[in-house]
């Protein structure tokens, strides 16, 4: 099965800060790779698709890039709301599998 | 509004059996594949079932493989977990979660979950 290992496993950030969030993969995936955002006691939201696309209605602030085995979540500018847990997805083949997620915390 | 509502948890013995049903409405629910997703109490997310839109495909994370089923019924809108062969380790809120898996996978619509307990 792939593995997927994101990093950092948590983070401290103020508001207005750039945070960048890494997953790597135990084997090529193209760009079969979404994101994820979960805030406590929430079920979790769809963030970005296929390494780079914008869900609907998700703030232009989030980016995602990369290919191959290591991708990347950008919040260009923090903000209250984003303070939350963020994982990765792999959908390249199955089983699926998460990143171990992200937790962003306020400075 | 596109919503998913799941039930059916709570808790169980170890080795005991649960049945999870999730309710899609205000879609095209035989139009997506759909999922279960858990979270094991202050874990991560797991992917756990995906099943097609017409139920002809099924896949399953290795750790429940021939325990647990995922099916659908699509005249009444819903996706089912059957759970069998229980242990404390399944004791997770599980989600379901409407999937799209045309050129490009993603999982757009969520359910608040439904908490399973395993434990004696």
């Known amino acids: 099965a792939i593995q997927v290992t994101q990093s950092p496993s948590s983070l401290s950030a103020s508001v207005g800060d750039r945070v960048t969030i890494t997953c790597r993969i135990s084997?090529?995936?193209?760009?079969?790779l979404g994101w994820y955002q979960q805030r406590p006691g929430k079920a979790p939201k769809l963030l970005i698709y296929?390494?780079?696309i914008l869900q609907n209605g998700v703030p232009s602030r989030f980016s995602g890039s990369g290919s191959g085995t290591d991708f990347t979540l950008t919040i260009s500018s923090l903000q209250p709301e984003d303070f939350a847990t963020y994982y990765c997805?792999?959908?390249?083949?199955?089983?699926?599998?998460f990143g171990g997620g992200t937790t962003v915390e306020i400075k | 509004e596109v919503q998913l509502a799941e039930s059916g948890g709570g808790l169980v013995q170890p080795g005991g059996s649960l049945r999870l049903s999730c309710a899609g409405s205000?879609?095209?629910?035989?139009?997506?594949?759909m999922s279960w997703v858990r979270q094991a109490p202050g874990k991560g997310l797991e992917w756990v079932a995906n099943?097609?839109?017409?139920?002809?495909?099924?896949y399953y994370v290795d750790s429940v493989k021939g325990r647990f089923a995922i099916s659908r019924d699509n005249a009444k809108n819903s996706v089912y977990l059957q759970m069998n062969s229980l242990r404390a380790e399944d004791t997770a809120v599980y989600y379901c979660?409407?999937?799209?898996?045309?050129?490009?996978?993603?999982?757009?619509?969520w359910g608040k979950g439904t908490t399973v307990t395993v434990s004696s």
């Open positions: 099943i097609k839109h017409d139920g002809s495909e099924k």
């Open positions: 296929a390494t780079s």
């Open positions: 997805l792999h959908d390249f083949s199955y089983p699926l599998s």
């Open positions: 084997q090529g995936i193209r760009n079969d």
């Open positions: 979660a409407r999937a799209e898996d045309g050129y490009y996978y993603y999982m757009d619509v």
């Open positions: 205000q879609f095209t629910f035989s139009s997506y594949w």
